[in-house]
């Protein structure tokens, strides 16, 4: 580790950096799935303590090059809360913030545009009962209107209101979205959005009329998947390790 990221590990709390490692994981996975829009899209996260402060990545930076100490970290109004040679996109802050300051059980917020993502959110009905992913996702899922890009502040109400208490969100012509109590759980359940996009569109695309389940399984398939899941983290190890056979930078 050279000194600059040295000093980054130094200067900040066990807990912060063991969050910013499971961040910069985080956005390495997302550029191992595919799943990253070049340099346009975000993952924050809530910084462990009392501060509202909040760890995003640095704007220009590819999701293949982040790392735990090239993480910004920035208030609640975006401004940097720590000295950092990168900016921040203020575009992709304004959803960040929103939803970070209506919700405290939203450590990590997730936000992608990926192409399945992005075309399931163009269909009106949205996402439907049609696979053991939509099962979970539907028990706890949530639409946002498309306004345009995200440079907004009033947009933050209607955004919050239509989340509610919900851990998914599509939103409309635009991408999804996740929370989490955890870095862990909101990778987990945005790796089970996606999912379930790619699934309704491979699905739609056969031609054959669809079979849909039953709002009592829907029910059934919430705390069967908590429980199956532990929230991420039976999973979350297994991802890390395999980050580590790639490539263990995203550590420094």
Same mark, same amino acid.
Request: proline share 3%; hydrophobic share 45%.
């Given at each position: 580790?050279?000194?600059?990221? %040295?000093?980054? +590990? $130094? /200067?900040?709390?066990?807990?912060?950096?063991? +969050? +910013?490692?499971?961040?910069?994981?985080?956005? /390495?996975? *997302?550029a191992v799935h595919g799943w990253d829009d070049l340099v346009f899209t &975000?993952?924050?996260a809530r910084v462990p303590g009392p501060e509202h402060h909040f760890l995003i990545n640095p704007y220009g930076m590819m999701f293949e090059e982040i790392t735990a100490s090239s993480?910004?970290?920035v208030d609640l109004e975006g401004r940097k809360a720590?000295?950092?040679p990168h900016e921040i996109n203020p575009a992709g802050f304004v959803? &960040? $913030?929103?939803? &970070?300051?209506? +919700?405290?059980d939203a450590a990590c917020v997730l936000h992608l545009h990926t192409l399945d993502g992005v075309a399931l959110s163009a269909q009106a009905d949205?996402?439907?009962? *049609?696979? %053991?992913q939509a099962s979970v996702v539907l028990n706890s899922l949530a639409y946002h209107d498309y306004e345009g890009i995200a440079l907004d502040d009033d947009e933050k109400p209607r955004l919050v209101h239509d989340l509610g208490d919900r851990e998914f969100m599509v939103l409309r012509n635009h991408g999804l979205l996740t929370v989490g109590t955890s870095v862990a759980s909101a990778f987990l359940n945005m790796y089970l959005l996606q999912s379930v996009c790619t699934i309704q569109l491979r699905a739609q695309a056969g031609g054959a009329t669809l079979k849909r389940l039953s709002q009592d399984v829907i029910r059934r398939n919430d705390g069967g998947w908590r429980a199956v899941s532990q929230n991420?983290? *039976?999973a979350w190890p297994a991802l890390l390790r395999k980050l580590d056979r790639r490539d263990a930078s995203w550590r420094d």
């Open positions: 580790m050279n000194a600059p990221l %040295q000093a980054v +590990r $130094s /200067r900040v709390s066990a807990d912060e950096w063991a +969050r +910013r490692v499971d961040l910069a994981a985080c956005y /390495r996975l *997302i &975000h993952v924050s993480l910004v970290k720590m000295d950092s959803i &960040h $913030s929103a939803i &970070h300051a209506a +919700r405290d949205g996402v439907l009962p *049609i696979s %053991q991420g983290g *039976i």
